[in-house]
């Protein structure tokens, strides 16, 4: 027993020195840092060249462990600080955590361009080869756990001190609770902020060099640190830190400890462990959401999301969209959109028709973004998990049916029904946890069970079919099966059309109404009557089905349900590039899915395979453009498409608008 | 909503604290059908909390909120739109995205949907998942909404988002907002901020049209005394969340109370 807590106060200690720089870095700018892990990714990469005699420079460990958790990491929290982070203090959360997202998923990808593709399996942290130094009760701790237990004690001891007993700590603390004191004080509250990233980042970079052992050196090796770590950060309502650092701490101990007590197989014994995470989450948002004062903070947020940059570029675009001119050129649109979907698979070879009737089913699962986000204001992070949770659903009831006789006798249309009805309700469950608090903990929540959906469902042998996934097929319809790239394409299109059909509808209806409701201002959607949560849970449901009946339409042109193909690290790619597009936009998001298919293709096809990741690193910066760009590209281009539109027309861009003063005004949340 | 017979709003002993701030304390009051119930008092005094408390935006920690014989303390905002209540805010809560007739449109959905109850909410969700069967802006709808909003003087904005819009002309759409609900009890908050004279006077006429003419509970804050005198039937007097004083227009013009806590005290 005693082994197995200690190691899990080692792994704990890991998580709990992470969950520290999380709530560190949101506790001084508000900003929740998802690209912790890209941050830890690239500051591991920078010791092992250091530190590697063979492909880098062959430092000391210990000095480049030194140099990059003192000095480099720093550097790389301040400058980002610098260019972008401290930025983004007052952007909606949503805005927020896709810069976040685009930050995580465009330093994972300049990392692996900047040192290399290929994974490193077999990395030594700075503590080198691990061997036992002493034993405790007969029971031997090696000097990786004993390093990183001491270590983890050090920072915590030293951030207490320096919080606690220093003039910096009492600034930083006064600055948490009033910007204003701190700047009446005479400090400026920015040097607050910068210092806590560069503090925040070295202490990821501290974690991440401490994990290496464990995990390596790949994109999606550092998730697990990352997703322990955002369970502190919810256990310590990202502000409290020693709730966090514990929370953290216990989560690892535990997770060590059910070893003892687990099967080695079977459900239990491969996905409790890797839920654990999720699971504490679970259980801290349910005790959260039954606190009357958690409940309140988190509306805050949301009336501090509609009193931002977002609105202020949503009502220039929608001024322009309401100028009585120009309406003529959505007629212009649907006229050239006609002879590109005519003409696609007229002009380009099978090769190119087949990704193209791909990138249609992605835009259906691109366009479960807009019920999601872009009409409940959701911020989810796992609709590639109800993606594949529909190509694993799907592509079971074809393999393993009863009902209707002999194996494959179930139709692949209804197969994929099936699929968007699992992923649909298994959205219901995720939705009762994720939305009773704010934007931030549905983020974090959703991040945390795709996760889970990655480690404990696609790894069962039932649905990966041992790695190499379950036969799928392509539908018949009217008797004819859909066996060429030709046909998938038309097939794919109309279901795209037909979502986008349904998405237009609902926004134009009573519903539509209430949703942007609920978006700009839940009390007073709330005191008009709206049931606010069994609303957002109800989209929430639907959104999970259309990226359920998307993703088994992947899986049926591939002919194989593969669930890697939906892991959690490529589906916040995915969420970079549909926010950056416009969740409220179907042409953005259709757009999304197709760059997400097309631009890696046409990039393989012209430039050396050492260049692969560049196109993750555009979507990564797309998402990041949104500092300046808060509506999303596709919304801006459709402006502009207007205006010319008016001028042709001959009709006046002027619009008078109320003063600032009046406008400010009506920004202030209710007082009492 | 429509089975709401009694429609008396009443407080009965009201208290909320924000942390060391004691907001509300012991706060009674009652507002009766066909009348104007107005609750002043300066600046911090309580009056927002108060109708936060009767609307359900804010939980009181002690205290009855009654609709008729219906004790609504613990219900939330949703069952007491359902109870035929609507409000205003003093700071315009108002969307971006619709235009002055979508938030009308939208409020007279809300009405009609609330009444009709849980089941109408699913059906309509449902519908409106189906091309041609969900329901599109009607040009019914848009004669109607328009009827209301040529009423409040919104008439020329119709088509404008809320950011084009003034304060004062915010303020109204909230009140229009109100008044497409259909509501039997009306909480206003400082609806007359931001408007001119000739505004504000006939605001008053509006209101107090539609507390006599369609029997409505109306519940007033307002700063613009002058407003609340000329067509409040009641009138309650909060400072520092104490309930100072209570009685006809006439009665708290010439309170020692209210001037006090309105005007100060020389020290003799």
């Known amino acids: ?672 | 909503m429509s089975t709401i017979t009694n429609t008396t709003l009443r407080a009965d002993g009201v208290s909320i604290r924000f942390g060391g701030v004691q907001a509300l304390n012991k706060v009674s009051m009652e507002a009766n059908p066909g009348e104007i119930t107005a609750l002043i008092g300066p600046n911090g005094a309580g009056k927002s909390t108060m109708l936060g408390c009767m609307s359900g935006t804010l939980e009181q920690n002690e205290g009855s909120i009654f609709i008729g014989q219906s004790d609504v303390s613990t219900a939330s905002p949703q069952k007491r739109a359902a109870m035929a209540m609507a409000r205003t805010f003093q700071s315009p809560q108002l969307v971006t995205e619709l235009t002055v007739r979508e938030h009308v449109i939208l409020a007279m959905r809300a009405g009609k949907q609330v009444r009709a109850g849980k089941w109408a909410a699913i059906s309509n969700f449902l519908l409106a998942l189906i091309p041609f069967l969900s329901r599109g802006i009607s040009q019914a709808e848009i004669d109607l909404a328009d009827e209301l909003i040529v009423d409040l003087g919104l008439g020329k904005d119709r088509e404008k988002g809320p950011s084009d819009l003034t304060l004062g002309q915010r303020r109204l759409l909230e009140v229009a907002l109100c008044l497409a609900t259909d509501a039997k009890i009306m909480l206003l908050d400082e609806p007359s901020a931001g408007l001119d004279r000739a505004e504000t006077e006939h605001l008053g006429e509006v209101i107090k049209a539609l507390a006599k003419d369609r029997n409505i509970t109306i519940v007033l804050v307002e700063h613009d005394l002058e407003l609340v005198f000329a067509i409040s039937s009641r009138v309650f007097v909060l400072d520092f969340g104490q309930l100072i004083d209570s009685g006809t227009p006439a009665e708290m013009r010439a309170s020692k109370a209210v001037q006090t806590a309105y005007l100060g005290t020389v020290e003799e």
């Open chain 1, 1 to 672: 027993m005693l082994s197995f807590v200690i190691a899990g106060l080692a792994v704990g200690a890991l998580y709990a020195m992470s969950a520290m720089a999380l709530v560190i870095t949101y506790n001084a700018s508000r900003v929740f840092n998802f690209a912790q892990g890209g941050m830890a990714f690239f500051l591991a990469y920078c010791f092992y060249f250091l530190s590697n005699s063979d492909t880098g420079l062959g430092w000391n460990s210990w000095l480049a462990a030194a140099f990059v958790v003192i000095l480099v990491g720093p550097l790389l929290g301040l400058f980002l600080w610098w260019v972008l982070l401290g930025k983004l203090g007052d952007l909606a959360p949503l805005t927020k955590v896709a810069v976040m997202i685009g930050l995580q998923v465009g330093l994972v990808a300049a990392t692996t361009l900047i040192f290399g593709h290929d994974p490193v399996y077999l990395v030594y942290g700075p503590v080198g080869e691990p061997s036992v130094i002493f034993s405790v009760f007969d029971v031997n701790v090696s000097n990786e756990q004993f390093i990183i237990i001491v270590t983890a004690a050090i920072v915590a001891l030293g951030g207490y001190w320096v919080l606690n007993k220093t003039m910096a700590g009492l600034i930083t603390r006064g600055s948490v609770d009033s910007e204003l004191m701190t700047v009446l004080s005479g400090t400026n509250p920015k040097f607050v902020v910068a210092a806590s990233w560069a503090v925040g980042t070295g202490i990821a970079g501290l974690a991440g060099l401490m994990v290496l052992p464990k995990v390596g050196l790949s994109p999606g090796g550092f998730a697990n640190l990352i997703a322990a770590s955002m369970a502190g950060a919810v256990i310590g309502k990202f502000t409290n830190l020693w709730r966090a650092f514990f929370g953290a701490l216990l989560l690892g101990v535990t997770q060590e400890v059910l070893v003892l007590y687990l099967p080695s197989d079977g459900l239990l014994g491969t996905a409790l462990r890797p839920s654990l995470p999720f699971l504490f989450m679970v259980i801290a948002v349910l005790i959260y959401s039954r606190n009357k004062d958690v409940r309140a903070d988190t509306q805050k947020v949301e009336v501090a999301a509609v009193s931002n940059k977002y609105e202020v570029s949503l009502s220039h675009y929608l001024t322009v969209m309401r100028n009585p001119k120009g309406h003529w050129d959505r007629y212009v649109g649907y006229a050239v959109l006609a002879l590109v979907m005519v003409g696609m698979p007229i002009v380009f070879n099978d090769y190119w028709t087949g990704l193209i009737a791909v990138g249609f089913c992605y835009t259906v699962v691109f366009l479960s973004f807009r019920l999601v986000t872009g009409e409940a204001g959701i911020i989810s992070l796992a609709q590639i998990s109800f993606a594949g949770i529909g190509v694993i659903s799907a592509a079971y009831i074809v393999n393993n049916d009863t009902v209707f006789g002999s194996k494959g006798s179930v139709p692949i249309l209804l197969a994929m029904l099936i699929g968007g009805i699992v992923a649909g309700l298994t959205g219901v469950v995720v939705g009762m946890v994720c939305l009773p608090l704010g934007p931030l903990y549905a983020a974090i929540v959703t991040f945390a069970f795709a996760l889970l959906v990655d480690q404990a469902v696609y790894t069962r042998d039932e649905f990966s079919n041992f790695g190499s996934g379950l036969p799928f097929g392509r539908p018949t319809i009217f008797g004819m099966t859909l066996d060429t790239p030709k046909s998938f394409y038309w097939f794919g299109m109309v279901v795209m059309f037909a979502v986008m059909f349904m998405l237009w509808s609902l926004r134009r209806s009573t519903t539509g109404l209430v949703f942007a409701t609920i978006r700009a201002s839940r009390v007073r959607a709330a005191t008009l009557g709206f049931d606010i949560f069994v609303a957002r849970l109800g989209v929430f449901a639907l959104g999970a089905a259309v990226a359920g009946v998307g993703g088994s339409m992947v899986a049926s042109f591939q002919l194989v349900a593969f669930p890697n193909g939906f892991i959690m690290v490529i589906g916040l790619v995915w969420f970079a590039l549909a926010v950056a597009q416009g969740t409220s936009s179907m042409g953005g998001l259709a757009a999304g899915g197709m760059t997400l298919l097309l631009m890696p293709a046409i990039f393989s096809e012209f430039l050396p395979e050492r260049l692969a990741d560049l196109p993750v690193l555009l979507f990564g910066l797309v998402a990041i453009n949104m500092v300046v760009d808060p509506i999303g590209i596709n919304p801006g281009l459709r402006a502009n498409f207007r205006r010319l539109a008016i001028k042709i027309s001959g009709g006046s861009l002027h619009t008078s608008e109320p003063s600032a003063d009046e406008k400010s005004e009506s920004n202030v949340p209710a007082g009492v």
